[in-house]
């Protein structure tokens, strides 16, 4: 894998965050670009081994920009995935720490999680929207806000000062961010598997995403996210965004990508990857694998002619 | 094969006829039994190379010794049906044609198929209970009654008259015999076959019942037949007899059993075989063998490193 | 209520010793009737106040004289049940107790439920059919056989001697009787009631069965019986005959009635009434009364203008 | 009602121009406010009688900030729609006309849905994201930047040429807009309206979607909008806005709902309204108005005495 990693810039931002954190050992250089489809064509390109893009926030829910540019590569793989707690600072000036901040700069989503804070402990001040909040940041150091409300590893970035650390008024937002490949195998099970598709139904047929949902309930397959984007068709068309728990590998997995694949108007694979919680997925004992692999016999055998089975399954 | 047919006698049964119209060529012995255990014994002793049973009637439903017989072999497999048109004559001996009929002897569900002829025709009459319709006509041989109700054909096995034909109150029922080999491999599909099952569900689940139908259903498979049948374990224990209209070696049908080996406490296959009515399968689109196949390659595509998909599957 | 009760006879049946179990007082004078039909006949004229007829059996299933007599009324309904251990006596004349036993007389199905016993402690017998096994038990008093398998109250009702008790091959069958009444309103609700109903489904409508199932199992409703039966108009025509654990006056059984009635092709009500077992029927909670209450109140508020809601419902 | 309407400012978005679309007769005064909330205080408050807000787009899909608004207030209630097709148009200052555009400002939604036109037509420009595409006018009308990708209304609110029109890459993206009102009660039912929820499902059951789905599915009626959004209690948990195709005043949509209020961790109504398009709803027959009708009228004859029932419900 070529020794650099790009990642959905600028620096300071918690893409950056997540990036460090998949890259343990700091053995790879980091490449900030500008949009998802720029990390992606340079993956494309092999100019990086991998890349890492946000995928989805516990608040605001998926990342556009993300599930578009997916939709519209054929060539890569999510390899891994990982989880970023979501944390904002009030980011000044070094010089200015001690003086009334009456502009603050950020991103609206980030304005949205920190708007009780503000409006306690700086209620005079102006909130000026920017494109992000790393941007809003690199303002701040060019001068033009007081302060910007931003991840803290912006402060390193851009030479800013923390003047308050977590601020979100609500605890425990999360981020989660794929780590993307071009031209690898899907990685081994773990027993602790994610699989990511997008599943596109039959918009005139009314029990579709219920036939879709029914492929993975009955075979014990859990989806820790079901999310509808619109085609771009109209009103009314949707696609849907699943992570389910199971790897490619399993049986179950198997016959419900079959079962989708047959059904469905089109079915995407993203890739089987281990989950950044590693919680190990239950399986039913109705869907695991020595289960298949038994059911499956049995199945074979019924072409021959009847012969005295053995006893009963359990 | 065996020269020998074993059915269900005695001689003058609509199994009988079912049989005869089964060996289309009357190119074998025939050879009738008392029970249908005997039958299922002569077969696996080698003593016939078939054997004839009725298995279910539109008015009267499934054939209980029949079912009971099937679920405690192993070694038997249905091979063939046969469908008979339900006719009742009214038997005499022939020197009796012109003489009051005080005693009409037949079996009680017969009786239940000609009340209203009898009480619109015979209203004086005594109804006689026997065993089987051909026991009556046997017995009226024997001078014991005046009249029985039995099977047209029962007039030439036992040497009597009809006095009058077609009398069941209802028009067009119908029994369907099937016919069992042993140490056969399944019949090859014809595009218009059955497959009979026997499905035990775990009682102690609400929803097993409903997902059982789920297994055929999502799969585009219609039921012929469900019957519940108590299984002698308790009140409210039962299993499920049922035939499917597809055949063992489609995809569809294999899934489908697979699936309910997996969530069923048992499951039993008594064989794929031609509909007697000949009538075809309509398979949905998303269930037929080229669908199946052009799922199942793409499914295998995905272990590999991703790659520009060619067009979408439609 | 008239003094009398109705039940299916001869005397010494099962039947007769479930009637005297519901008559605990032993206060009515008990009417043995030779059909079903005919029970139902005098409940119509007031000549009985109460019919018991058996319903269904562990081993044999359902009594198909039973089901068509109260498919073919509008009349009756089912007001109590009551639940009788099969025993089966071995039945001789007093003074043949020590004589061989060359003939056994029963009905075939006591012959099944015995075959066991039989092979081993009279292997020589010849068994002969009869059309009850009351009959098979008055034949032996006339002196016809040597021997009945019997009810025990048979040796009672036909002055015979027990050679042999218990004699059925597997412990635990039960029948279920049911006490029928006419121009009676619905029993109360106990909090342990059965439904009983009839229903037909479309049977060109595929996904009916799972519809008619889902009524239940979407509220909670567990059924503890449901069996298939043929409507006479040709095979694969099914209704069904279920029996759910719900009384009519609770609103999830209300609210399931419904549905029934709009999605079925008919939908026949047979009564609610106390399980005999008086096991308490567990309530989901999103399907118990108060629940329903206050969605229905909640329902209601909604076609009035927007107003601050209390707290969330839980 | 107060005779002035608040819309989604600022002037010259397409809000303006659905709001201008629902007051046909242009009786009102027109109020632009900054932010959803502005629009639903501004109506708490009886300052405005009606306030229209973006609600979901064809190709971004649902407007954030308007859920998030709706979700918290329990004041009102939605009770009209308008629909806009989204027209995209390049503003510049009147005098700039023939001069070469280098920089163009826009919102990054406008930018995606021109990415095309733009590559053909201006490749060497430079994209500015902005805040909203009317704020990218309004600099561009202060001499921030040359061009401003906008909707065509903003040219006449401040003072712009359209350079060029029409340009959206794809044809026919729509958007919906609500039209909210306080203290109303629900518009009466015109044969072609929509009710809109907002579900929240018990995230520890696996199949609470298919319960949630199957309360409209069994009922017949169809949803025209299912929209996942984070509850922003964490990763996985979401809460589900629906648009469905029945009255609140119609027997099957009282029932659905009260099935949703029965099984859902809760559930808000936020109306019942006629749909734009005035397409009317087809009510499949087992759930139209005549059969709840007929069938809850033979539910409340069943807990009197059987009596001989009329013929047969169809």
Redesign the interface.
């Known amino acids: 894998m070529s020794s650099r990693i790009a990642y959905l810039g600028p620096e300071g931002t918690f893409t950056e965050q997540a990036t460090r954190q998949w890259d343990r050992e700091g053995a790879h250089e980091l490449l900030p670009v500008p949009t998802v489809p720029a990390a992606l064509a340079a993956l494309a390109a092999g100019e990086v081994g991998a890349a890492v893009v946000p995928f ?6 998926s990342v ?1 920009a993300t599930l ?1 540019a997916l939709q519209e590569t ?4 999510i390899v891994a995935e990982e ?1 970023v707690r979501v944390q904002f600072s009030l980011l000044v000036r070094p010089e200015w720490a001690q003086r009334p901040i009456r502009t603050v700069a950020t991103h ?1 989503h980030a304005a ?1 999680q920190v708007r009780g804070w503000l409006a306690g402990e700086l209620p005079e001040a102006r909130i000026v ?1 920017e ?1 992000s909040t790393a941007r809003a940041a690199q303002a701040v150091a060019e001068g033009q806000y007081d302060a910007a409300i931003a991840a803290p590893g912006a402060a390193r970035a851009y030479g800013l000062a923390e003047a308050a650390e977590q601020i979100a008024d ?1 605890e ?3 981020t ?1 961010f794929v780590v993307l490949r ?5 990685p081994p099970p773990t027993g602790a598997d994610r699989t990511t598709l997008l599943a596109l139904i039959w918009a005139n047929r ?2 579709a ?3 879709l ?3 993975f ?2 075979r014990g397959i ?1 989806l ?7 085609t ?7 696609q849907f965004w699943i992570d389910a728990t199971a790897h ?2 399993e049986a179950r997995m ?2 419900a ?3 989708l ?3 469905c108007r ?1 079915v995407r ?1 993203f890739g089987s990857y281990p989950r950044a919680d590693t919680r190990a997925t239950p399986v039913p004992e ?2 695991d694998e020595q ?2 692999a ?3 016999a ?2 074979r055998s ?8 053995g006893p ?3």
Chains 1, 2, 3, 4 share one sequence.
């Open positions: 989805e926030n516990s608040v605001e829910g556009p578009q054929q060539d890569v793989r989880l609206p949205a929207p494109t609500r425990g937002a999360v989660r071009a031209g690898v195998p899907v009314p029990g995403l219920l036939e949902l029914d492929q309930a009955v859990d820790t996210r079901l999310e509808s984007r619109p771009g068709e109209g009103l009314g068309e949707y490619l590998t198997t016959e990508l079959l079962g694949r047959r059904t089109d694979f109705h869907a289960t298949y038994a059911a499956a049995w199945v019924l072409s021959g002619p009847a012969v005295t089975s009963s399954r359990r």
